[in-house]
């Protein structure tokens, strides 16, 4: 199918904002639809069959820029690794161009791809004239010049001897499956060997969301293909889970809708009844990225599942990108994943309850794929696994470090400074830096005392005058900070644990220079309730966040610094930041409760009634061990 243009709703929105708004108006518009570099796709399945656009992938530097790799990749790994180094994609003729112009390739990484980049490599890495004359001239080419060459074998344990004579040319080799160690081991005849398992690109497959109306409104999917003359365990597993959720669609609207990879071929991969009923077409990789997000629940069954390192590559990017994934049982799951972050069920019965509770819960599935994004962003990200490659390369001595951390707080409220102090002392995951300014009266020096007691080791106490701004209160803590990334904490909300860390997670896969929270959590003290605000505004880029969770690199802070005044310094900074051609980020909802006192302490004037009007009930309490999870 090919790539459409953008929609004409699209347009008519865009000049109805103009005409009405002006630039301005429309500018806030676009930042909030995520124009301008944000990913955007678009699903529709009707009778006719489906249509859907092609997820943007972003336009962004890869993460090791100086670092130049020939390589030789399926089309899902080149645009995998493509965003951690500069990628040279070599081709049989080319190539001895290519690893030396602009300058000579600093790594040779070549997977155990059938075709590779493209088809300009088929029938070179296997088969029966394997390795051909091309790769084995590369690889003895690059160990002249004493350039390292790795090897991942991602077919194992299937395909290890198809791939096993070109893994003998290389000086390091990677397999997907653990258990075949010793048997490279014994016949490479070295120990150059490691495991490299499936991962999730955080620039490709992260959580941010299509528009209002599309993100999650169909409910249950699966891709791939249906064997009907070979692997019967793999049948089995589709029979259970499709089965399950064939039986449960029709409690829900759309109910079971299936992509088939090889649709109208070969018939010995086609869906059979009543699954064939469910098919709705047959989508290249990049419009199943924008599919994925369209759907309540990603279903997936194992190719392996007595292996301990072979976890599904879906399993990583569904999760990523913000669909909870049910799954039959693999011992890889249990290793990669907590039970609350990927479910397992063995059983239909277990399958069908499963199925039927993600679809009817969104706070079900948003905690589930919460969780298991936090697992995926600290563990098992493209980044890891290239780091783990490079390491044994010789080429890196340690994996990457995150950015530092100057949390910024600005307070008139003294009997509020151990509160904040405690909140930030509890954070984890970050290297940690405490700015606390007194705007109104000097911190005493009780206050470092209590910091080093909770295990704050590096504190900075500033007094600002109580007639100056808020805002010059704010610049006064950005100079004075060290971290990296700086973030303003109120001194009476609630951070969750991992707080600071999932910001930081966000600012990396959404590449905006402003990440927070629009969709938040508030209790109400008068009340005693958790109410949710904005959630439609969850995951999106957009124009404002809470000024209590702006997040941004330093660097930021220092060319856009708040407006001097004492109100709408956050809105001012946010704005400023548009205006100038930068991206504000609404993150998760979790880790984040605003507090509303019943009394006093607060300047906005909204009564209860006005905030439960405009906002969905959670529940009563607090609910700490749900939203600040």
């Not at 669909?323 to 277990?350: H, K, M, N, W, Y």
């Not at 709408?568 to 980020?585: H, K, N, P, S, W």
């Not at 909802?589 to 009564?607: I, K, M, N, P």
């Amino acid at each position: 199918m090919p790539a459409r243009g953008p929609r004409v709703a699209d347009l008519r929105r865009a000049f109805w904002h103009l005409r009405h708004g002006g630039v301005d108006q429309l500018r806030r518009h676009l930042a909030r639809r995520g124009a301008g570099g944000a990913p955007i796709g678009a699903v529709h399945v009707g009778r006719h069959g489906v249509e859907v656009r092609p997820w943007q992938l972003p336009d962004r530097p890869p993460v090791r820029a100086g670092l130049r790799v020939g390589a030789v990749l399926d089309d899902f790994s080149a645009l995998a690794y493509r965003y951690e180094w500069d990628q040279v994609l070599l081709t049989p003729d080319e190539w001895p161009t290519q690893v030396r112009e602009p300058r000579m390739i600093d790594l040779l990484f070549v997977e155990s791809a059938w075709h590779g980049n493209g088809d300009a490599w088929q029938y070179h890495l296997t088969g029966p004239s394997a390795p051909r004359p091309a790769v084995v001239e590369l690889v003895e080419w690059c160990r002249d010049q004493g350039v390292p060459t790795v090897f991942w074998n991602k077919e194992d344990p299937a395909h290890y001897g198809d791939f096993l004579d070109t893994a003998r040319l290389f000086d390091h080799v990677f397999t997907t499956d653990e258990r075949r160690l010793e048997d490279y081991r014994r016949d490479l005849g070295h120990d150059r060997v490691g495991v490299l398992p499936f991962a999730a690109q955080p620039a490709v497959h992260n959580p941010v969301r299509l528009a209002s109306a599309e993100h999650q409104s169909r409910d249950v999917v699966f891709a791939g293909m249906y064997f009907a003359h070979r692997h019967p365990e793999r049948r089995e597993q589709m029979d259970l889970l499709l089965g399950a959720a064939d039986r449960v669609s029709s409690r829900m609207d759309t109910g079971l809708e299936i992509y088939s990879r090889y649709l109208g071929h070969d018939d010995r991969y086609q869906f059979p009844p009543p699954f064939d009923s469910r098919v709705v077409g047959s989508l290249d990789y990049q419009r199943m990225l924008t599919a994925t997000r369209a759907y309540k629940v990603v279903l997936n069954v194992n190719s392996v599942v007595d292996s301990p390192s072979m976890c599904a590559r879906r399993i990583f990017e569904a999760s990523a990108s913000g669909t909870p994934v049910v799954s039959t049982p693999s011992e890889a799951i249990g290793r990669f994943f907590a039970d609350d972050e990927v479910l397992q069920v063995g059983a239909a019965r277990d399958a069908e309850w499963t199925i039927r509770a993600l679809v009817n819960s969104p706070e079900l599935r948003d905690r589930t794929v919460h969780l298991a994004q936090r697992r995926i962003w600290g563990e098992h990200t493209y980044g890891h696994r290239v780091d783990a490659v490079l390491s044994a390369a010789g080429l890196a001595a340690a994996p990457g470090r995150r950015p530092s951390v100057s949390a910024l707080v600005s307070t008139n409220r003294p009997h509020q400074v151990e509160h904040v102090l405690r909140q930030l002392a509890a954070q984890q995951e970050v290297d940690l830096q405490v700015l606390v300014l007194g705007h109104g009266f000097e911190l005493d020096d009780g206050v470092p005392a209590l910091a080093a007691e909770l295990g704050i080791a590096d504190l900075v106490r500033l007094h600002a005058a109580a007639s100056d701004p808020l805002g010059t209160c704010l610049n006064a803590l950005v100079d004075a900070a060290d971290g990296e990334v700086v973030a303003k904490i109120d001194d009476d909300d609630l951070y969750g644990p991992q707080y600071l860390s999932d910001q930081l997670y966000a600012l990396d896969y959404s590449g905006a220079e402003v990440v927070g929270k629009q969709a938040h959590h508030m209790y109400l003290e008068s009340l005693g309730a958790t109410i949710l605000r904005f959630p439609e505004r969850e995951h999106r880029y957009t124009d404002l966040v809470m000024g209590p969770t702006i997040v941004t690199p330093r660097a930021v802070a220092l060319a856009s610094p708040f407006a001097e005044v004492t109100r709408g310094e956050d809105t001012g900074f946010l704005r400023r930041i548009v205006a100038e051609g930068g991206r504000v980020y609404s993150a998760d909802r979790f880790g984040f409760v605003q507090v509303r006192r019943c009394a006093g302490g607060h300047t906005w004037g909204a009564t209860t009634a006005e905030l439960l009007a405009s906002s969905r009930m959670v529940g009563y309490g607090r609910l700490e061990s749900h939203v600040l999870v």
